[in-house]
């Protein structure tokens, strides 16, 4: 297993649970430091590492995403990676799909997974030798399937987002 220390900083969303709490846990155990974002502390008890830093976030809100995101590069650097794996799915005909409910659905799983990602736009915050971003997308992104339109729309437009800014950020 490649090992890290506590100077090692990577940002996991959807933390709390499934890929992002193992993707947590296996950083922590390689030594790394890691800034978990989710909703509730609680679900992280089982993790006792003192290079465990909770940040206490609610993806339904971009804005205050961004906000609380500057606080975290006033507190950490060194940010060798990102692991984005925040994201929610209902399955609803469209036909009874409200506006307001697709929209929430592309803070979570989009607009705010990508104001995390706004930490790694800044060389100043990432490691010398460069750092990487994981984007957890899904093969709904190219396959359709009924009653999945929001979930889908948001993975293709995460991929679309990835594309642009490896882009970007390769040149940093
Ligand atoms: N599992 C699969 O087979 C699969 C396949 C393809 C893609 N994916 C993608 O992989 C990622 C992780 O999936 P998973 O199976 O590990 O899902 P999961 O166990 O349901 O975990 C989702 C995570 O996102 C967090 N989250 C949801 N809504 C949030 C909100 N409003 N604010 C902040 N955090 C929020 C959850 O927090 P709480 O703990 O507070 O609920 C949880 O930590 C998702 O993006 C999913 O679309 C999964």
Not at 32 to 40: D, E, L
Request: hydrophobic share 45%; with cysteine; proline share 2%.
């Amino acid at each position: 297993m490649y090992q890290y220390n506590s100077n090692d900083h990577f940002v996991v969303t959807g933390a709390t649970s499934g890929i992002g709490f193992e993707v947590t846990k296996s950083l922590l155990l390689a030594g790394a430091s890691v800034i978990a974002i989710g909703r509730n502390p609680a679900k992280l008890n089982t993790l006792n590492f003192s290079t465990l830093h909770f940040v206490e976030m609610d993806f339904c809100n971009p804005d205050e995403v961004e906000q609380k995101v500057k606080l975290i590069v006033k507190d950490f650097n060194n940010f060798r990676g990102c692991v984005l794996a925040a994201g929610t799915q209902y399955i609803l005909p469209f036909s009874a799909c409200k506006m307001s409910k697709i929209s929430n659905l592309m803070n979570v799983n989009l607009l705010s997974n990508l104001a995390v990602a706004k930490i790694f736009a800044n060389k100043r915050n990432i490691t010398e030798g460069g750092s990487s971003i994981v984007f957890i997308s899904s093969i709904s992104a190219i396959r359709g399937s009924q009653g999945i339109l929001p979930y889908a729309a948001s993975k293709a437009a995460m991929n679309a987002s990835m594309k642009c800014l490896a882009l970007e950020f390769s040149k940093k």
